[in-house]
């Protein structure tokens, strides 16, 4: 008798177990879209994203940019003083973009969160008045 007691347990289990997906542990897994947050190379020690490697990316092609411009247009690094008080090149007023820009998203992301579509803009139009003003 108490092995029908078991039966009586145990038979519905599996039943709800197949139901609830264990019958798709052998399947491979569906191909999924394109993400911003998977993972490139999953077994790699940082988990580059699109996203990282964009923002990257995008980094040292500045830091390129304006090398490749002080090396053969502007020889002297144009440096300009600024409403800071500051004597810049370009190189100092892309430090202070890069940093300004940090700052907005952070403080963004801690008041408000998600989306950053505005400090996106913010930190495009700080930039912008870095270059021109600073």
Do not use: C
């Given at each position: 008798?108490?092995?029908?007691?078991?039966?009586?347990?145990?038979?519905?289990?599996?039943?709800?177990?197949?139901?609830?997906?264990?019958?798709?542990?052998?399947?491979?897994?569906?191909?999924?879209?394109?993400?911003?947050?998977?993972?490139?190379?999953?077994?790699?020690?940082?988990a580059w994203t699109p996203a990282t490697l964009?923002i990257f990316v995008g980094i040292f092609a500045?830091?390129?940019?304006?090398?490749?411009?002080?090396?053969?247009?502007?020889?002297?690094?144009?440096?300009?003083?600024?409403?800071?008080?500051?004597?810049?090149?370009?190189?100092?007023?892309?430090?202070?973009?890069?940093?300004?820009?940090?700052?907005?998203?952070?403080?963004?992301?801690?008041?408000?969160?998600?989306?950053?579509?505005?400090p996106l803009f913010c930190s495009i139009g700080?930039?912008?008045?870095?270059?021109?003003?600073?």
């Open positions: 008798m108490r092995y029908l007691i078991f039966l009586f347990f145990a038979v519905p289990q599996s039943a709800i177990a197949q139901a609830s997906g264990w019958g798709n542990v052998g399947k491979a897994p569906e191909p999924k879209g394109f993400s911003w947050t998977d993972p490139l190379w999953p077994d790699f020690w940082m964009v500045a830091i390129a940019f304006i090398g490749i411009l002080e090396v053969w247009k502007f020889h002297d690094g144009l440096t300009r003083k600024g409403i800071l008080g500051l004597t810049t090149t370009f190189g100092d007023r892309l430090f202070i973009t890069l940093l300004g820009s940090v700052y907005i998203f952070l403080a963004w992301l801690g008041f408000i969160g998600q989306p950053v579509w505005v700080w930039g912008i008045i870095v270059f021109w003003r600073v």
